[in-house]
T-cell receptor, first 110, second 113 residues
Framework: GEDVEQSLFLSVREGDSSVINCTYT??????LYWYKQEPGAGLQLLTYIFSNMDMKQDQRLTVLLNKKDKHLSLRIADTQTGDSAIYFC??????????FGAGTILRVKS | DTGVSQDPRHKITKRGQNVTFRCDPI?????LYWYRQTLGQGPEFLTYFQNEAQLEKSRLLSDRFSAERPKGSFSTLEIQRTEQGDSAMYLC???????????FGQGTRLTVV
């Protein structure tokens, strides 16, 4: 099955770019996702990328996928204090089950 | 539609008691998932339904856990004889068929004392 790993913590200044990294093991995952979780809340789907794509851009978010290295990243441009949250990378397994990493805590300093 | 709804948001129970949580998915979504999230970890898959059929259960789902979706709409997750290790956030998600997008509810935070 899929195993997903993420860096645990990232601190950036407001206005800078944030880059959150993720590695996964199962190359058969057809889709890879980024979810955001604010304190005490559920998960919000931010964006996802199909495994045959290298890049996807959605407003301030850019997802890069390196299939050879099984590496996924999420770049947030012009990071704001409201972006402070936990970000989860997830791969899609057979049966539409999501396999999540442990999450990266993003702290944005004003 | 206001999205996936879970009830209650918080539940404190004594060890050994039974608890039941409810999830109302987005109305046209035929797939419903339960996940469990412990502190400092990502969500882990527990089980999922397509309409009223429970298609898969994780090994995490012990005999004390049972989930139902009787009419293919809302779902309940019951935990019998709760243990302290059951303390976690229980998340419900729904999707439309083979859709790539699963939408999560706010979760039910269970504390077993």
């Amino acid at each position: 099955g899929e195993d997903v790993e993420q860096s645990l913590f990232l601190s950036v200044r407001e206005g800078d770019s944030s880059v959150i990294n993720c590695t996964y093991t199962d190359s058969s995952s057809t889709y890879l996702y980024w979810y955001k979780q604010e304190p005490g809340a559920g998960l919000q789907l931010l964006t996802y990328i199909f495994s045959n794509m290298d890049m996807k851009q959605d407003q301030r978010l850019t997802v890069l996928l390196n299939k050879k290295d099984k590496h996924l990243s999420l770049r947030i441009a012009d990071t704001q204090t409201g972006d402070s949250a936990i970000y989860f990378c997830a791969g899609l397994e057979y049966g539409n089950k999501l396999v999540f990493g442990a999450g990266t805590i993003l702290r944005v300093k004003s | 539609d206001t999205g996936v709804s879970q009830d209650p948001r918080h539940k404190i129970t004594k060890r050994g008691q039974n608890v039941t949580f409810r999830c109302d998915p987005i109305s046209e979504h035929n797939r419903l998932y339960w996940y469990r999230q412990t502190l400092g970890q990502g969500p882990e898959f527990l089980t999922y339904f397509q309409n009223e059929a429970q298609l898969e259960k994780s090994r995490l789902l012990s005999d004390r856990f049972s989930a139902e979706r009787p009419k293919g709409s809302f779902s309940t997750l019951e935990i019998q004889r709760t243990e302290q290790g059951d303390s976690a956030m229980y998340l419900c998600a729904s999707s439309l068929g083979e859709s790539t997008e699963a939408f999560f509810g706010q979760g039910t935070r269970l504390t077993v004392v």
